[in-house]
């Protein structure tokens, strides 16, 4: 009869208690840039937006990892169309406790400025860049006008001085930041985009996390050679796939 018992203590063990805790020790949030009421950048049809490209892509990069590394957590900040707030993104990782944030967007140079960009740029945080206007910068910032109220409790740029604070806090991160914004650059390079670099901007995306941090560009909409491979499943899944790769690989490295 004890033996019993015992043994259904066991059992009774296994299920209450989260044995998956203690394997996926690694935590990765994938983030889908824009969404919802803001589309970012469109291409050369009203239907070609940045916002679907970015989850079809962080979506296949979230399958692979829940379907070949049971020991990566993966959390989203978005799984369908909706409006997510830049400080709510960073919300949702620092509250994963999350080891590495990867934020997915399509690049695209203004009206007027021709369309032959071609490449893929990974960003990392940089707060040097303040005032120098990079066309990211406006570009992947600029959500903050949509965001209305909301964008008041967040503090996307705070001041000069804050800003001493603030280096020395990302200081431990960057090294690891700039690690895997060279793996993602490598891999996506490796299905043959073309390389425009590992970058720095000031993205307020980045400002607000507290881990290695990147932001990827896959590729120019704006480029009607780009646009045609973000639009096939194809070309989305390639870029997922080499940017899993780099994720797996950084977290081989780092834990
Ligand atoms: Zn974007």
Same mark, same amino acid.
């Given at each position: 009869?004890?033996?019993?018992?015992?043994?259904?203590?066991?059992?009774?063990?296994?299920?209450?208690?989260?044995?998956?805790?203690?394997?996926?020790? &690694?935590?990765?949030?994938?983030?889908?840039? +824009?969404?919802?009421?803001?589309?970012?950048?469109?291409?050369?049809?009203?239907?070609?937006?940045?916002?679907?490209?970015?989850?079809?892509?962080?979506? #296949?990069?979230?399958?692979?990892?829940?379907?070949?590394?049971?020991?990566?957590?993966?959390?989203?900040?978005?799984?369908?169309?909706?409006?997510?707030?830049?400080?709510?993104?960073?919300?949702?990782? %620092?509250?994963?406790?999350?080891?590495?944030?990867?934020?997915? +967007?399509?690049?695209?140079?203004?009206?007027?400025?021709?369309? +032959?960009?071609?490449?893929?740029?990974?960003?990392?945080?940089?707060?040097?860049?303040?005032?120098?206007?990079?066309?990211?910068?406006?570009?992947?910032?600029?959500?903050?006008?949509?965001?209305?109220?909301?964008?008041?409790?967040?503090?996307?740029?705070?001041?000069?001085?804050?800003?001493?604070? &603030?280096?020395?806090?990302?200081? +431990?991160?960057?090294?690891?930041?700039?690690? &895997?914004?060279?793996?993602?650059?490598?891999?996506?390079?490796?299905?043959?985009?073309?390389?425009?670099?590992?970058?720095?901007? %000031?993205?307020?995306?980045?400002?607000?996390?507290?881990?290695?941090?990147?932001?990827? #560009?896959?590729? &120019?909409?704006?480029?009607?050679? #780009?646009?045609?491979?973000?639009?096939?499943? #194809?070309?989305?899944?390639?870029?997922?796939?080499?940017?899993?790769?780099?994720?797996?690989?950084?977290?081989?490295? %780092?834990?």
């Amino acid at each position: 009869m004890r033996r019993i018992l015992y043994l259904i203590i066991i059992i009774v063990a296994m299920i209450t208690v989260p044995s998956v805790s203690c394997a996926q020790s &690694f935590t990765v949030v994938l983030d889908a840039g +824009h969404g919802g009421k803001d589309a970012g950048a469109v291409g050369s049809s009203s239907r070609n937006r940045e916002k679907d490209i970015a989850l079809a892509i962080t979506n #296949e990069i979230g399958r692979l990892l829940q379907q070949n590394n049971k020991d990566i957590n993966v959390v989203f900040t978005r799984k369908t169309d909706v409006f997510i707030e830049l400080g709510r993104r960073a919300q949702i990782a %620092n509250k994963a406790k999350a080891n590495l944030f990867v934020s997915v +967007h399509v690049n695209a140079l203004p009206k007027n400025a021709g369309h +032959h960009a071609v490449g893929v740029q990974s960003y990392t945080l940089s707060l040097k860049t303040v005032g120098t206007n990079l066309e990211v910068e406006k570009r992947e910032n600029s959500v903050i006008a949509l965001e209305g109220d909301a964008a008041k409790q967040y503090d996307y740029f705070p001041s000069a001085e804050s800003d001493i604070m &603030f280096e020395l806090m990302q200081d +431990h991160d960057m090294k690891e930041s700039v690690e &895997f914004a060279q793996m993602a650059q490598k891999a996506m390079v490796g299905i043959g985009r073309k390389d425009m670099g590992v970058r720095q901007a %000031n993205l307020a995306v980045l400002r607000l996390t507290y881990m290695p941090s990147v932001l990827l #560009e896959v590729g &120019f909409i704006s480029t009607p050679s #780009e646009e045609q491979f973000l639009m096939t499943t #194809e070309g989305r899944n390639a870029l997922a796939r080499a940017i899993y790769d780099a994720i797996v690989k950084y977290k081989q490295q %780092n834990s």
